[in-house]
């Protein structure tokens, strides 16, 4: 097996588990490049059907080719789609940093969303090589009733021997990325040809790295405008992936305190 069919088969080996071991469950739907392999992936788990809700749950400042998007691929793919809006950013703590404070408004978000559909468990795109708090995840990590999450007291996961059995009332996100990689994700994308938003392609010496917010996600200096040549810009560059995540430059723990409380 190639490296690509290899995580392929894990992932796919994930949604399997998941799905059959736990009630009530869903997908997290961010629109970007992560969570679009995580749909194609489900469809491939489930020979072509995706079985579960696919949830966004929409703060309204998203670019419009997201929305554009969305809009296509929820009808193309046939998902069960659910739209959930986030509470307005005066309604977050006014302590937390600007950006960090809007993006507060997408962990709120989540909280009423799990709160009126009673999920038991989410599927969520994150990866381990994104940034540096995710890197303490788990694949089924377990949460409170409210999406809390306590990094310190994780189950172990040796092996690949994923703990599926939790007490009542806890919440699990699943995470079938997170041995992933961004260039993975693109080598992934090029082979399957799946369906890219053009913001993650340069324009005017620009072009995306990481999809958020309009009003706090800022492009990256790239003249990459077709994915191999990404490819080719990822295996030298320097920058991070979410170097244009206007949060990520804030205080250094608020990060990390968004993902306690439930950002995904």
Known sequence: MSALDDLESQSIYIFREAFNRLDNIAMLWSLGKDSN??????????FGHV????VHVDTEKKFPEMYDFRDRYAAEWNLNFIRETCPPIEDMDPDLPPATRSAARKTAGLKAMLEKHQFSGVFAGIRRDEEGTRAKERVFSPRGQTGQWDFRDQPPEFWDQYKTDFPPETHVRIHPLLHW???DIWKYTHRENIPVIPLYFSQNGKRYRSLGDKDITNPVESTA???PEILTELSTTKVAERSGRAMDHESEDSFERLRADGYM
Not at 51 to 54: G, K, L, N, R, Y
Request: aromatic residues 16%; positive net charge.
């Open 37 to 46: 392999v995580m749909i194609w992936l489900a469809r491939k788990a489930f």
């Open 225 to 227: 405008a077709t994915i």
């Open 181 to 183: 990689t961004e260039m």
């Open 51 to 54: 079985p579960f809700p696919v």
